[in-house]
């Protein structure tokens, strides 16, 4: 069996490791991968542009040259450009030379992940206009911040990238303005936790500017120099050294035309991670699956599904029953002193997707009261009726995503609030009280 798989970060290569050790050598393996690195964690980016991490290698779990050692080969610079699947075979071009050949396959997978949406005016080249998908442009990023003469960084788009990155702008000590289309940052997360974030930033220095769009880059000389913003009717120009794009990312997809899609570009896959196409799978950021708790197609781009999602692809590749995987939605992150993270349902979904449901906050002790002061938010999502726990959003300081881990546990289990509420869980004065946050979140929701 001949498996050609394209994409070789975090669902690729999860899937390639997870067939290689299925069959060994019984299993042909070909990955093709259109960057320079494989295998890296894309999330810990912003941290190695701040320089808590400080080589881009650290960030590689194993290169390619590692991963052929153990008969995975990987052919780098070398881009899937068209798939036929009538006759299953890859067109690939060898970025390096320009060659282009073509390969056959008996089984494809897709993890060729997503890429940053070139909107105008980003759709030009300009010698200081950046954007944040793999190791290469982390290190641009990072050099481009050692320049004194860079004191003006404009960051577009509001999500968990953009705002990872104001941050270790701010390490540098650069002036930051994060520009959003949306009336909030962090879209999908609650709008008290979201609040709470802009509040923390604009704490430590950044300029946040919602219900904004760029609507025009200033140049001299192949150089941004300004930034024209937009607010309604009105326009404002603000200085800007250096700009980077992070609104948004489309899943890459268009080598596949005839595979069936979400509106966005992502292909549809099914909890085998099978496409509409026989023999043919996708994962990662380039997919979208159905959440665990609404039945709806749900995109959830993270490297946490990405790895699991390849690793069941691997399984069924290698004629094994994967382990379940329930999508529910779970990301967190920390933005200078405070944490925050959302798991299943936030209000505003449940509330589109037309759910009776109820919604509880609390703000507690992260600790026993007379071991730390600080203090945490929970709010939890529930079916009125049935009174199953739907989401939780936990933000503050102190032990805050782990009280989320508990509701995603509670949510995979199908766990009611009075369930949760009565929770064995570990109890010391520096971890919580005696009844901890979430128990007594989960207990006071009537």
């Known amino acids: 069996m001949k498996v050609i798989i394209i994409g070789g970060v975090a669902a690729g290569m999860s899937a390639a490791s997870k067939l290689k050790r299925r069959l060994g050598d019984q299993a042909e393996i070909m990955v093709y991968e259109k960057g320079g690195d494989v295998s890296y964690g894309a999330c810990g980016i912003p941290f190695y542009i701040s320089d808590h991490i400080k080589q881009g290698q650290e960030l590689i779990a194993r290169t390619a040259e590692e991963f052929a050692q153990n008969g995975i080969p990987i052919k780098t610079y070398h881009e899937v450009t068209a798939v036929d699947t009538d006759s299953k075979t890859v067109t690939v071009k060898n970025l390096r030379t320009g060659e282009e050949f073509t390969d056959t396959y008996d089984k494809l997978v897709i993890g060729s992940g997503a890429s940053v949406r070139h909107f105008p005016p980003f759709d030009q080249p300009y010698d200081n206009l950046f954007e944040v998908r793999d190791v290469a442009d982390g290190t641009r990023v990072k050099q481009a911040l050692l320049d004194d003469a860079v004191k003006h960084v404009v960051i577009v788009g509001a ?130 699956m159905k959440s665990a708790i609404t039945g709806q197609y749900s995109y959830a781009p993270l490297g946490t599904n990405a790895n699991k999602q390849g690793r069941i692809i691997g399984d069924i590749l290698g004629g094994a029953t994967p382990n379940p995987f329930k999508l529910i939605g779970s990301s967190a992150l920390r933005l200078f002193g405070l944490d925050a993270a959302k798991v299943g349902l936030s209000e505003r979904d449940a509330k589109a997707n037309g759910l009776d449901y109820k919604a509880h906050t609390i703000t507690g002790n992260s600790y026993a009261s007379y071991y730390g002061k600080e203090k945490l938010n929970i709010k939890v999502i529930y079916d009125a009726k049935t009174r199953v726990i739907l989401g939780a959003s936990t933000w503050g300081q102190g032990i805050v995503v782990p009280r989320a881990n508990y509701y995603a546990i509670a949510i995979y289990s199908g766990l009611t609030v009075d369930e949760m509420g009565f929770m064995d869980l570990c109890y010391s004065p520096p971890f919580s009280g005696v009844w901890d946050a979430a128990l007594i979140a989960s207990n006071s929701a009537k």
């Open 159 to 288: 999500g968990f990238i953009g705002l990872e990155v104001s941050e270790a702008c701010r390490h540098y000590g650069k002036e930051v303005t994060v520009v959003e289309l949306a009336p909030q940052i962090l879209a999908a997360f609650e709008p008290e936790a979201s609040q709470a974030l802009r509040d923390e930033l604009e704490r430590n220095g950044v300029t946040v500017l919602t219900d904004t769009a760029v609507s025009r880059l200033i140049a001299e000389g192949g150089k941004i120099v300004k930034a024209v913003l937009k607010q309604g009717e009105k326009e404002t120009e603000i200085p800007a050294d250096m700009v980077i794009n992070s609104a948004g990312i489309a899943p890459a997809t268009a080598f596949i035309p005839n595979v069936e899609k979400a509106r966005n570009g992502a292909i549809y896959v099914n909890e085998r991670m099978e496409t509409s196409i026989p023999d043919v799978y996708a994962a990662g950021d380039c997919s979208i």
